[in-house]
């Protein structure tokens, strides 16, 4: 019997067999998943009216000291993505540029625009709302007034080139500041592992990670959890079942007034999740497994075991852009 004929014939029983247990266990999570969750998009809203020279401009200033009072802070400063950072300065709280830390864990601004609201309170409605900020917020960047701020680009050769490019005007507003800065953050769209698996692909995740995936929805962390970001798409209250006592951040109260808005936050994305710790809106928990397991029982009234926090953190790990995906 020839070695290409016994190929064949195994080959035969293989098929004849019918998927794995392994694959028929994959592809049915998969269904239930792509019920509730949707692949990143290619492109974030308003990136449509996007123009390369735009871009160029804003990725400048994201990188510029030039709008801090010390000239030494950035935006990239705490929402750090050089080094293939995960958008994020991975502190509980971001020093300003006197040298002390703020209320609020810094978000990620990977995907940022693809959220329905900007900040954890959802103060600002856009990405480019959101970066006129804190540039003038005394905590962080500290500038006195936005004027200061456009005199300083104007006075800078390179910049009013680069504004006369990209607006065809070499007037610089701060309005166009922003708008450059906003420009930039919506390239900023990550690729992961889970979206070739919501794409068909079950060979993109581990078992491992799928089980971790099972879990999450069985779970019901899909209640505030879901859409493309996992997240980022409505206010939910820190503390809903178990009350949360680690700050007294009153969160979207702050902004309305409204009693109904106490301990209201917008649910972030889980997107990236892995690399942009410390978490929750104080930064209070630098552990993703332990940060799991309290928003279980706060949240769901769900009391999770060490091993199933452990199966769902490695579902996690999926949802890391693959440029910054740990490599093993």
């Known amino acids: 019997m020839s070695k290409y004929f016994v190929l064949i014939l195994a080959a035969l029983f293989v098929l004849s067999c019918g998927p794995s247990e392994d694959i028929v266990y994959k592809q049915g999570v998969q269904k239930q998943a792509k019920g509730m969750f949707q692949v990143i998009p290619a492109k974030m809203p308003g990136s ?10 804003g990725k400048k200033l994201y990188f ?5 009072k010390n000239k030494e802070m ?4 705490c929402h750090r993505i050089d080094e293939n950072k995960g958008g994020v300065d991975n502190l509980p709280t971001s020093p300003g540029v006197t040298g002390e830390p703020g209320t609020r864990n810094s978000p990620t601004v990977l995907n940022a625009g693809f959220q329905f609201a900007q900040f954890w309170d959802g103060r600002a409605k856009d990405l480019k709302e959101q970066a006129k900020g804190p540039v003038l917020n005394p905590a962080e960047m500290n500038m006195p007034d936005s004027m200061t701020v456009v005199t300083r680009i104007q006075d800078s050769p390179e910049y009013v080139a680069m504004f006369e490019k990209a607006f065809g005007s070499s007037e610089v507003t701060y309005d166009n500041v922003a708008g450059a800065i906003a420009a930039f953050e919506r390239t900023l769209v990550t690729h992961d592992r889970f979206d070739d698996f919501l794409n068909g692909n079950v060979d993109a995740m581990s078992r491992g990670e799928v089980e971790g995936l099972d879990l999450f929805i ?13 997240g980022g798409n409505m206010f939910q209250k820190m503390g809903l079942v178990k009350p949360y006592t ?11 007034k409204n009693e109904s808005d106490r301990m209201m936050f917008k649910v972030p994305t889980l997107r990236n999740v892995a690399i942009t710790g410390p978490y929750f809106h104080d930064g209070k928990v630098a552990d993703l497994k ?5 928003m279980a029982e706060m949240q769901l009234a769900q009391t999770l075991t060490d091993e199933e926090a452990a199966k769902i953190v490695k579902f996690f790990g999926a949802m890391t852009d693959k440029e910054r995906e740990p490599k093993m």
Do not use: F
Request: hydrophobic share 25%; with cysteine; net charge negative.
């Open 246 to 256: 680690l700050s007294n951040d009153q969160g979207r109260y702050e902004v309305t």
């Open 290 to 294: 332990e940060a799991t397991k309290m």
């Open 74 to 77: 950035s935006c990239n400063t």
């Open 64 to 68: 510029d000291g030039i709008l801090s």
């Open 48 to 57: 449509e009216n996007d123009t390369a020279e735009l871009v160029e401009l």
């Open 218 to 230: 069985k779970k019901a962390c899909t209640t505030c959890h879901n859409g493309p970001l996992l």
